[in-house]
Nanobody
Framework: QVQVVESGGGLVQPGGSLRLSCTAS????????MGWYRQAPGKQRELVAT???????NYADSVKGRFTISRDNAKNTMYLQMNSLKPEDTAVYYC??????????????????WGQGTQVTVSS
């Protein structure tokens, strides 16, 4: 089985910083693209940032220059450094990973896995 778990959410004042982590574990052969998504109350889930296994990144316009996505392939872990946080960044943040399991390595077909989400609240 494969599991994806986020950590690092919490309450922070506007202008503050938080670092989220996402770790995948289990029968993993390789991990392709990983990404962070968020969902605010009453809104649809939206892309925050993605990173490929080679380190290429993509950001939503709303977080460019404030958030930095990174990953440690040896640890199957992805990070999201969030600086200059704003109240509109308040949401549940979800980790997504395209994972190729050992059992599927012959087909090369990866599967999407989601974490359970971690709450980020930006408020004074």
């Amino acid at each position: 089985q494969v599991q994806v778990v986020e950590s690092g959410g919490g309450l922070v004042q506007p202008g503050g910083s938080l670092r989220l982590s996402c770790t995948a574990s289990g029968s993993i052969f390789s991990i392709n693209t990983m990404g962070w998504y968020r969902q605010a109350p009453g809104k649809q889930r939206e892309l925050v940032a993605t990173i490929t296994s080679g380190g290429s990144t993509n950001y939503a316009d709303s977080v460019k220059g404030r958030f930095t996505i990174s990953r440690d392939n040896a640890k199957n872990t992805m990070y999201l450094q969030m600086n200059s946080l704003k109240p509109e960044d308040t949401a549940v943040y979800y980790c997504n990973a395209a994972i190729l399991r050992w059992a599927d390595r012959g087909t090369g077909r990866s599967r999407d896995y989601w974490g359970q989400g971690t709450q980020v609240t930006v408020s004074s």
